[in-house]
């Protein structure tokens, strides 16, 4: 059996190290970013963080969560399939958390866009990967592709909601600082 999930997934090593240590970089931008943000007391309060900020970490760390499991040495598909599985279902859990955050927080008013990028999108994804983890024994060829872009999913998602964050701190603390000096 361990060479059947060995087979299978061999194919996608060079793929999850690429996703897997990108997800883990831009982590470590995204707490560079958090200082920052704390550095500039106005812009930011806790609630809009837990809100925007703390989540894009959690896709991040999914894409590199998944990535390691797809990596690790399985000894069955049965195995990756419950590890995936509790990974999709825990993250439809969080995704949960995230989007009535967003809806609380009074800081910003989140457009469609917003809605997309930070519910629809990684919903989606959470979503996808508990289905497809659960057909992962069945279905092992679609099941692995559809892993694959839900791991790029949520790394892309990672790096637009990361960037979606720099730009409105630089346009506020830009607009702040243009209504000190009148």
């Known amino acids: 059996m361990t060479e059947l999930a060995t087979q299978q997934l061999a194919p996608w090593g060079n793929f999850y190290v690429i996703v897997g240590s990108s997800a883990a970089a831009l982590i470590g931008i995204q707490f560079v970013v958090i200082a920052l943000i704390a550095n500039m007391r106005k812009l930011a309060t806790a609630e809009s963080i837990r809100a925007f900020g703390t989540p894009t970490v959690v896709h991040l760390g999914e894409a590199l969560v ?11 598909l049965s195995r990756a399939s419950i590890a995936l599985a509790t990974c999709g279902l825990g993250g439809l859990a969080y995704a949960t958390i995230a989007i009535h955050r967003a809806r609380r927080q ?3 008013k989140p457009v469609w866009e917003d809605w997309i990028w930070y519910a629809v999108l990684p919903y ?20 692995l592709c559809v892993i694959g872009a839900t791991a790029l999913g949520f790394l892309l998602i990672g790096i637009h909601n990361a960037w979606d964050t720099v730009t409105h701190v630089v346009v506020n603390a830009s607009h702040r600082d243009a209504t000190k000096k009148d």
């Open 66 to 76: 998944v990535s390691a499991l797809m990596s690790a040495p399985w000894h069955s």
């Open 106 to 108: 009074t800081d910003y």
């Open 124 to 143: 989606s994804a959470y979503a996808a990967l508990a289905g497809a983890a659960l057909l992962l024994r069945t279905t092992t060829h679609a099941a």
